[in-house]
């Protein structure tokens, strides 16, 4: 950790930019003509997943950060390339150099094109989501697992959940920390017996299930209304990880799976005190009519099987009095540009203000470590 840093920082939210090439170099053959990739045009560099109903999405609307160093020579009117991001979106070593720099012992890692997940074609879904995890542990993470602590995604739609259930096995024996899973699936609540398989194979597993917001979602990026279109989508996929939390408790999953746990990934944590008191009072009133019957409150289901991160997010610490602080995780979001680097510690010390040192220390390193039960090693 930098001898400037007043805190020692594990990030619970951050990000590659998978390469260029990730799929081309990775896919079977017979998925080629649809593997994703970025497409370089006039007016900038494109992700796109061919001969699909995929959109075309801006390099860049991932959020990954410019390169400081090559900020002054972007054409503006040639649009964001590839190549101008940080190194350390998807190269291991760069990237811990830039953890150094902001005193974070380490991350979880999550994909940056998480509009795989909204793939329909669930054997093209599949095969992409199974090349990510091949590259994310065996060229990104192996560089420092305690440091770069990988997310293996988990395909589900409209295929057999015995895949998400393997490639969960596959990565829980090569070094998974956690799963991930959409925020939605088109047709189908978490609830469904559907997926009664898989949660009960990730509950024998023991690792935790993350809904990252984003993931099966899609912005549309095509028309005169993008602004407004791709903010929308942005604030309003936060605000829906709510709605997964309702999702999976009114599908009464944390009452058939009480060993499954969950979290809620950059959706911040100010909402969490209002909706749980509001779920706790519709309960109180309602839970004669609730089906299938709970035992307990929604709130109680959350503090027991729930965590939730944030990067940036003063009302919700001015609500710690009303939350569990053990079930918070501090995170740094890199490289996006809504995340913190690199003025990591400036946010702590901002949205910390006030707050006693050990439950700072809690919610910014020691919770996630003991969830992910990594011992990071900072140079």
């Known amino acids: 950790m930098t001898t400037a840093a007043k805190y020692r920082l594990f990030s619970a939210d951050s990000h ?55 900020a002054g020579r972007i054409d503006s009117a040639k649009g964001y390339r590839f ?9 291991a070593k760069a990237r811990l150099l830039d953890q ?48 770069l602590v990988g997310a293996a995604a988990l395909p589900v739609g409209n295929g057999p959940i015995e895949a998400a259930i393997a490639e969960a096995h596959k990565w829980a024996d090569r070094g998974a920390k956690t799963f991930l899973l959409p925020q939605a699936v088109p047709g189908k609540a978490w609830g469904d017996e559907h997926f009664d398989p898989m949660w009960a194979a990730l509950e024998e597993i023991g690792l935790p299930v993350s809904f990252h917001q984003a993931a099966g979602q899609v912005a549309v990026f095509d028309n005169k209304l993008t602004p407004g279109a791709f903010w929308t989508i942005a604030i309003g996929n936060k605000i829906s990880l709510g709605w997964v939390f309702m999702q999976l408790v009114y599908g009464a999953i944390p009452e058939r799976f009480p060993n499954l746990r969950f979290v809620l990934v950059e959706g911040g944590i100010g909402w969490i005190a209002y909706q749980l008191t509001t779920m706790d009072h519709m309960f109180d009133d309602h839970h004669a009519w609730t089906v299938p019957e709970l035992k307990m409150k929604p709130s109680d289901y959350f503090w027991r099987q729930f965590w939730a991160t944030f990067e940036d997010d003063r009302p919700g610490i001015l609500t710690l009095p009303l939350l569990d602080p053990g079930r918070l995780m501090w995170a740094g979001d890199y490289p996006h540009t809504e995340g913190n680097f690199p003025r990591g510690q400036e946010y702590v010390e901002h949205d910390f203000e006030g707050v006693a040192p050990a439950v700072t220390q809690a919610i910014t390193y020691d919770n996630a470590v003991k969830l992910y039960q990594v011992e990071p090693q900072a140079t």
């Open 16 to 70: 590659v930019v998978e390469p260029r090439t990730l799929w081309l170099d990775r896919l079977p053959k017979r998925f080629q003509h649809q593997a994703p990739q970025v497409e370089s045009r006039e007016d900038g560099d494109y992700f796109i997943i061919p001969n699909t109903n995929m959109p075309a999405k801006p390099v860049g609307t991932e959020g990954a950060m410019i390169d400081s160093k090559i």
């Open 83 to 91: 190549e101008q991001q940080r190194p350390g979106a998807n190269d």
């Open 100 to 147: 150094d720099s902001q005193g974070v012992t380490g991350e979880v890692i999550y994909p940056g094109w998480l509009i795989v997940h909204s793939i329909q074609d669930f054997d093209l879904k599949a095969a992409c989501v199974s090349a990510y995890n091949d590259w994310l542990f065996e060229d990104f993470c192996s560089y420092d697992p305690n440091r």
